[in-house]
């Protein structure tokens, strides 16, 4: 039932729990490498869809939080697709050289997760000509 949110695997007894970037992944132990390990799912991140039902003071309370975050990544990962593509690489052969799983790849580009800042240089050596 529980599924791994990196690599889609079952997660056979306790499911990690680590942050990349700004989001929180459940995963399975293999894929805990990939990020800093959390105690437990956050919830302050994912409720921020529901900002606009709170009150002007805790937006701003929101806005200052937001701010010291790390900066977004507009874009990050349709920018590391076009400059892939235009490298002549598919995801799994960019994946290969990077090191790192084919669906972390994927997720990156499809803006499921932000990238870690050593994926992200590892993405940028290679692709470095191209972005
Ligand atoms: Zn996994």
Redesign the pocket.
Known sequence: MTE?E????K?RGHPHYIQIGASKLR??E??ARYGTAVTEPERRKSSFSSISTMGARRRDMYQMDIAIEEPVMDDYGRKVKEAREKAGLRQEELARMINEKHSLLRKIENETITPTEEVRMKIERVLRPYL
Not at 6 to 9: L, R, V
């Open positions: 791994c990196i690599c889609g695997a997660i995963v399975c293999a894929c």
